[in-house]
């Protein structure tokens, strides 16, 4: 009978990360539905155009893990010149580490003993493991686990930057949390600050997001300034998304970008609009829903095999690549119920169509396995080994 902590190292060993490859190549209209396909073609693409952008503009990319919890992926981001990830939770950090993947950074506070715990295992095995912090308690309990392990462990101060989810205050709050840090923390390492406006990714128009972007980390640069006049280096900035990739080299804040939907995208994000375009098409939608119709219950009615359990639904409704003249309506868990007002294409019983995701992140967190596709074919699977990590 395993402990608890037992149990979870266990079952992060034991899951599947390898790519399983198939012994015969199979078409994707033989991909028994929903499932969720990665066009690899695009995917390449867009792997490589946020990397050049980067480069080009001496940003580090430091890709988020918790869009697509595979680290499959996160190895081939680090291959095309990514410094390392960033994970949301401790056990998507175990998941990236124990598949090899090291230069991790969780990027949301954890408090409690016993995730504090997985935290210093993590740290005991990796130096290069990289923890958030936004408050003095929390730092102490950090730094005795610490040096109870004997080892450093690096750490970022989390500046909230006015959304109110996580992070401490800018200015003389972050300032004290880091002088605490730099002079009574002996076994923790300042490695510079955080800063994810989460609240700005998805603002509409360029020049809207850009302004209010802008507005806002220039409150960070302050809090920069004051640690450097307080005689506190900071080696690194941390935070920006895909929806500010194009933002942050203006600044010159932001050392390491954390993008993670940039790789996939996803209709939320199609819909802010881009520098100079209506939609946002810098990267394009490599992630899609293959759905099958199953039923026609109505005349102007199909009925595809995917609802509540295949899609994330926090805002809107997915909809097909191929098809237009249609509106999708949830049919409750299994099903999406699809009107068809004026569609561009005929829809039967048996079609197999994929979708594009209103959500990538919490969409990815319901399957298992990616199906990679080229010319139409799957010659093997991705495993999703960190979905349902939350923990
Ligand atoms: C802390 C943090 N950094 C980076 C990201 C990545 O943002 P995006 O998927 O918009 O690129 C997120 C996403 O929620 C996040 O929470």
Excluded at 124 to 138: F, G, S, T, W
């Amino acid at each position: 009978m395993p402990s608890l902590q037992e149990f979870i190292k266990d079952s992060i060993n034991s899951a599947p990360a390898e790519p399983v490859k198939l012994s015969d190549a199979v078409a994707i209209e033989e991909v028994p539905t929903p499932a969720l396909i990665i066009d690899l073609d695009l995917f390449e693409r867009n792997l490589d155009k946020m990397q050049t952008y980067l480069r080009n503009n001496s940003i580090d990319l430091r890709c988020h893990t918790k869009m697509h919890k595979c680290p499959i992926i996160a190895h081939k981001q680090i291959d095309a010149g990514a410094i390392g990830v960033c994970a949301a939770t401790v056990s998507e950090a175990e998941v990236m580490q124990t598949n090899g993947i090291t230069n991790v950074l969780i990027t949301s506070p954890v408090v409690t003993p016993e995730k504090i715990d997985r935290v210093i295992t993590l740290g005991v095995d990796n130096p290069d493991l990289q923890m958030v912090i936004d408050d003095i308690e929390i730092a102490n309990l950090f730094n005795k686990a610490a040096k109870r392990s004997g080892i450093q462990l690096s750490v970022l101060i989390d500046l909230d930057p006015g959304m109110g989810r996580t992070g401490i205050e800018m200015g003389d709050p972050a300032l004290t949390l880091g002088n605490h840090i730099v002079d009574n923390c002996d076994s923790l390492r300042f490695g510079g600050l955080q800063m994810y406006a989460g609240h700005c990714m998805h603002i509409e128009g360029f020049e809207n997001r850009r302004g209010k972007y802008n507005h806002i980390m220039g409150k960070g640069a302050e809090t920069k300034t004051l640690f450097e006049e307080s005689g506190i280096e900071v080696p690194v900035f941390s935070g920006g998304g895909t929806g500010t990739f194009n933002i942050e080299a203006g600044l010159g804040l932001m050392t390491e970008l954390q993008a993670g939907s940039y790789i996939f995208m996803d209709i939320e994000y199609r819909e802010i609009g881009g520098e100079g375009s209506e939609r946002f098409e810098d990267f394009e939608p490599s992630l899609f829903v293959l759905v099958t119709a199953i039923s026609k219950p109505q005349q102007r009615l199909i009925t595809v095999d995917a609802g509540f359990k295949s899609f994330a639904s926090d805002k809107m409704a997915p909809e097909f690549r191929d098809v237009e003249g249609v509106i999708f309506h949830w049919g409750g868990d299994e099903h999406g119920i699809i009107q068809l007002t004026n569609p561009s294409r005929e829809i039967n019983l048996g079609d197999k169509l994929p979708m594009l995701t209103p959500h990538c992140d919490p969409t990815v967190n319901l399957y298992d396995y990616y199906y990679p596709v080229r010319d139409g074919m799957v010659e093997e699977l991705w495993p999703i080994t960190a979905r349902g990590r939350s923990q």
